[in-house]
Structure formats: C-alpha cells, structure tokens
C-alpha cells in the first residue's frame, strides 16, 4: 500500500467535522471501504453515538484495531495557521483536527488490512475494527456499547491495538502496555453551622476533617509494581462555608481523586479510605465514581510482536509505559486479554495546529500491517 493512501484516507477523514459525539460520515466512509475486503460491518449506535463493529472471518484468534472518530472541539479557529477541518500540509506535516488523534491512526488500520488482505487473502484467523464517535467525550455509549454487545453474545477478542498518540518523540519509542484506574470521591463533612465569635456553640467541619486530610495525604496506597508507579490520592476541589467572614460552616465538600495500579482495588481503596474517615470519628457522606479500572497487558505474544514490528519498521526499541490518563483500552479490556496502544506522537494533540508527520503516515501503516502478519500469519 502507498504512502499516498493512508495520507489520502486521513485526509479524507480529517475534512469531516467529528466534534465529539458527531460522527460526521467518518464510520461510513470506513465500511464502504472494508465491506468490498468481506468485513461484515455492524453498527452499534447507542443514544445519539455512532458505534462500528466490523469483522472479517469467525475463527480465532480475533485481531482488533480499535479507535475514534471523534475529536476535540477546534478551539479559536483563528488562532490555526490553517483550517482545522482542511487537512494542510506544510514543512513535512499534515495539519487538521484529529491529525495526530487519532484519524492518521484509522486510516493507517484501514490500509494496513487492505496491504495485508492483498498478501493473505485466506489468512487464519478474523480481523475486527471497533471504531466509536464517543472517546472524546462522555464515553458511556461508544466503544462500552459495543463490548456490552459482544460480552451479551458471548464475542471475546484475543488480541487488540488501540490507536491512540502514544508515541513521545518518534513513531514506535513508546507503547502503552496498561493505563491506571481513576475512583473519585464526593466528600461531605458535616458539623454544626454557627458565629465564628462563639465556636463554643458550632462544630466547624473543616477543623474536624483537617487531621482525616493530612493522614490521607501521607497514607502509602501501595507500591506499585514493574509496570505501574504507586497509587495516587489528590484533592482536586474544597468547598465550605457561606461567604460570609463571620460564619462557621455546617457542611465542607471535597472532591478527591485515586489513580490507581492494579496493585490495589477500588475496594480495597475504598474500604482503606472509609477506615481512616471512622478512626477521626467525622460525621460524613461519600459518594464514589470509578471511572477506570486499571488495565495491564504484561510481556507475551502482544507485546513481543510490537517490540519485533517497531524494530524493524521504525528503527527504535519502544518503551513499555502506564502513564497518562485513561483510554477505552479500559473497555475493551474486560473482553480482550492482550491489548496495546501504540500510535503516533503525541506531542501536538488537542492542540491549536495538531498535526502529524508526513512521512510517519506509510511507516503507521506497515507498522499495523507486520503486526497482523506477525500475529496471524506466524
């Protein structure tokens, strides 16, 4: 496959406006591609977002490229160089909303498998994308949808690269091997509202929750492992009082934050928290949210694939890494044993001017390709 058809499909997808959830044609435009290569392409749409399930085959093992077609709103357009929705190249550079994340990366799934197709037209196995308008934004009815109506069928996926930007300073140096799980806290203290010149008569709740926060502060979660650093607990958000200089609160919220290793459980983060709220003997209400489960594809047939693919496509040995916020990976990973990220860079994404290297546009290409022939073909 030619350079110029991955940059010619990123183009194509770039002039479309996805702004999270819209999915603006892209997933259409991307059946009609694969449905000639005998994908059986479904769609999965779920509340307003646009969900593509596309495989070809049924044996096992599956292989899955998994993305978005969404992006990021603009922000001041006048402040680009160029049109965000008029894919521009300059210096050796497409330039466009979702150039780097993660339109260059779909396009790339797509040629990779029409190169691969071209060399193995009766390959074992099946090849699956999964593709949602949904990441940027809420992400409760994309890429979820699409693996609840899998798991509800009994579909598993055996092997899966998400494309999102993980790359640091060249395509290939770093690959996302797990991402840490987020829980969130809704903290209320409560105490007794009164004159701050008779505290005698009030129970201030931000004195009583102030000795909780300090040991919460110096608590160690856990230590981590090889792959994930220690577990986290921030304080984001503080809210107390009326407004007024001369009045003791009745209540204080504080919003908080775990990022998480799999060293630990939201359970067991939980269950550690509540004991040290009970010790201080706060009255108290507490909401939480898991937004993530952490994830984590440790080394094996993935992995050592990736590795052997950067090599020799790129010239580079990745690095293995966790860090950053989360993914969809987080979704996926619930039916899919062995999952990667591995993009492009990512230095230039949700950006005024994001953009992407010309030349990485054929390399993301093959890199994808030897992938699947690594996988289903050795």
Known sequence: MTADATLALAEQLIARKSVTPNDAGCLDLIATRLAPLGFACERIDRKGVSNLWARRGTAKPVFCFAGHSDVVPTGPVEKWMSDPFLPTIRDGKLYGRGAADMKSSVAAFVTAIEAFLAAHPDHPGSIALLLTSDEEGDAT?????????????????????????????????????????????????????????????????????????????????????????????????????????????????????????????????????????????????????????????????????????????CGVEAELSTTGGTSDGRFIADICPQLLELGPVNASIHQIDEHIAVDALPRLSALYRRLLEQILCS
């Open 141 to 313: 009815d994309g890429t979820v949808a699409i693996t609840d109506a899998l798991q509800a069928r009994g579909e598993t996926i055996d092997y899966c690269i998400v494309g999102e930007p993980t790359a640091v300073n060249t395509l290939g140096d770093c690959i996302k091997n797990g991402r840490r799980g987020s829980l969130t806290g809704k903290l209320t203290v409560k105490g007794i509202q009164g004159h701050i010149a008779y505290p005698h008569l009030a129970k201030n709740p931000i004195h009583l929750v102030a000795p909780a926060i300090e040991e919460l502060a110096a608590t160690e979660w856990d230590r981590g492992n090889e792959y994930f650093p220690p577990t986290t607990w921030q304080i984001s958000n503080i809210h107390g009082g009326t407004g007024a200089g001369n009045v003791i609160p009745g209540s204080v919220d504080i919003l908080f934050n775990f990022r998480f290793a799999t060293a630990s459980t939201a359970e067991s983060l939980k269950q550690r928290l509540e004991g040290i709220l009970q010790k201080h003997d706060l009255d108290y209400d507490l909401v939480w949210t898991l937004g993530a489960k952490p994830f984590l594809t440790g080394r094996g047939k993935l992995v050592d694939a990736a590795m052997t693919a950067i090599r020799a496509e």
